[in-house]
């Protein structure tokens, strides 16, 4: 027997007879074998770093270290798309797109510059890849919060203003956004948008609930509050039940001081709602505006009368010729959120009235379009001709005040001036500017060759007033006090309600801090007067 196999022979004691078969030259080897393999398993069983524990455990840390890059690939992406204010998805985001959308066509970026990113995409679970909207959203909210905590630090203690808006999203969802203006520790005005809520409805309660609620979350206290500022809608802009009203109960002095341009757009939003004949005017107009410029067959035929007329008035010599004069123009449409557009647009078919109603006449004439004849028959009727006139006088008012408030450099001060010399122009108006009006409105039916009634006559009304009213109403009593009378009084009740004494005393006493020119407007007196009228609490009498 060999040495080799005699050793571990003479261990089998008492086992000898049993296995001594195992020690064959076959079995032997067989032997040996299993015996090395044993031994193997032993040392594996006997070294700790060999263990089933320290290679799942190393295979977890190459899973977590492959994870964490295809993470921080997703967070870079979200970062840098939230930071562009990018939209993440796109269209078609199968593999087979070939655009799916900023957010995968951006990992993909990543990918083609680390092959190491883009080993562990490709070898990545298909519950790791981190690609998914789901997943998306998370790290945008995580950015979000981290986002509004450093806010909330440069807040700090300070005072602070709420600004909101609310709007549809392509879904139809209410969204309200939320912004704080505030002064930092530098001293120096901040504006943050600090977070967009969706909501069920826009009441005012819902709507003071939701905002609470996040400025609880981030210690950010009502008492604090000293300014609002909304949209005002109608659920917002009513003096005891509209938000700023619920806030004022638990702050005093969040005083709600509304942007001066946007509430003018509101003012004349209003009065054009509230006054039937004006709201059925705008509706003429805009119907007018759209047939005739919707087309471009009738665009051109307009812009080619238009060329005509100018032509034949500059031979007569009614129309002097310089550099930029007689352009050839188009009616103008409205925006439904920028109300000089009106004004623009009334102004545009003031001056090619003539070329509209020319070319409506073309069209009836050639029998090429069947609604031109009833488009015709509202622009040459006198109650849409007197409208016309008085709201391009009216809105020449307006207009200005408008254009001013729009203004970079404009302070308060002369922001509310202008409000009050419009106040002024809106009342002379009313009280002298009738007997101008009606000469102006003689003058255009005889220019254009259109019917003016017998202002004296008996009126009869279509809208479905009182019969026996009719039989004692004239033309000139209904165009003067149920017409004209009428809008500037609203518009005047609009312009004093929504521009408030209150709101314009703060605003005056407050501009005394404009640092300009070194504090050139400051007082003293006016400083005592904003802190004991308006923040008595924050201040003590010395």
């Given amino acids: 027997m060999r040495d080799d196999i005699r050793k571990p022979y003479s261990l089998l004691g008492p086992f000898q007879p049993e296995l001594s078969f195992l020690y064959s030259e076959q079995g032997g080897q067989q032997l040996n074998f299993s015996h090395n393999a044993a031994i193997q398993k032993w040392d594996s069983l006997r070294n700790p770093a060999k263990g089933i524990e320290a290679v799942l455990h190393s295979r977890s840390l190459k899973d977590v270290e492959d994870n964490r890059l295809r993470l921080k690939a997703a967070i870079e992406g979200v970062r840098l798309l939230a930071n562009q204010g990018a939209h993440f998805r796109g269209h078609d985001e199968f593999e087979s797109s070939l655009n799916q959308g900023y957010f995968k066509e951006v990992q993909k970026a990543f990918r083609r510059m680390s092959l190491e990113l883009d080993r562990v995409v490709l ?117 005891y039940n509209g938000l700023h009203a619920l806030f004022l109960e638990e702050c005093p002095y969040a005083y709600f001081v509304h942007y001066y341009a946007h509430r003018l757009q509101l003012t004349l939003n209003a009065t054009a709602q509230g006054v039937h004949e004006i709201w059925q005017f705008f509706q003429t ?106 709201m391009n006088k009216v809105m020449k008012v307006t207009n200005f005040l408008f254009q001013t408030l729009q203004r970079k450099a404009l302070d308060f001060v002369q922001a509310i001036n202008f409000v009050r010399l419009t106040k002024t122009l809106l009342q002379e108006m009313r009280e002298e500017g009738l007997d101008d009006l009606v000469k102006d409105v003689e003058s255009f039916c005889e220019k254009y060759d259109l019917d003016m009634p017998d202002m004296s006559a008996r009126y009869k009304s279509g809208t479905g007033r009182d019969c026996q009213q009719q039989n004692f109403i004239s033309i000139e009593h209904y165009y003067h006090i149920d017409l004209f009378n009428v809008l500037i009084n609203y518009q005047l009740s609009e312009l004093n309600k929504r521009y408030s004494e209150q709101a314009s005393e703060l605003l005056i006493l407050g501009s005394t801090l404009d640092p300009r020119d070194d504090f050139k407007s400051f007082k003293t007196k006016d400083v005592g007067n904003l802190a004991k009228k308006f923040y008595p609490a924050d201040f003590d009498d010395g």
């Fill in 123 to 239: 070898n990545a679970p298909a519950n790791a890849k981190y690609t998914s909207p789901k997943i998306q959203k998370q790290l945008l909210n995580i950015l979000g919060n981290k986002v509004r905590t450093k806010i909330r630090v440069e807040i700090g203690h300070s005072p602070y203003c709420i600004l909101v808006d609310e709007a549809l999203d392509n879904s139809g969802k209410e969204q309200i956004s939320i912004i704080l203006r505030f002064v930092n520790f530098q001293g120096l005005i901040r504006e943050r948008f600090f977070k967009i809520l969706s909501v069920s409805n826009t009441t005012s309660q819902t709507l003071k609930n939701e905002i609470s609620k996040v400025l609880t979350m981030y210690n950010l206290q009502v008492r604090n509050m000293r300014g609002q500022w909304y949209d005002e809608a109608s659920n917002i802009r009513g003096i």
């Fill in 285 to 390: 107009l805009s119907l007018i505006v759209n047939f005739v410029d919707s087309s471009a067959e009738r665009h051109s035929a307009l812009r080619k009368v238009r060329k005509e007329e100018i032509t034949n008035l500059v031979a007569c010599g009614e129309l002097q010729t310089s550099s930029g004069l007689n352009q050839i123009c188009t009616l103008q449409r409205a925006c439904a959120t920028r109300w000089s557009s009106h004004f623009r647009s009334i102004k545009s078919l003031v001056e090619l009235f003539s070329s509209t109603k020319k070319t409506l006449n073309d069209m009836i004439d050639q029998r090429v379009e069947g609604q031109a004849e009833a488009i015709l028959k509202t622009l040459r009727s006198f109650e849409f001709v007197f409208c016309l006139l008085l």
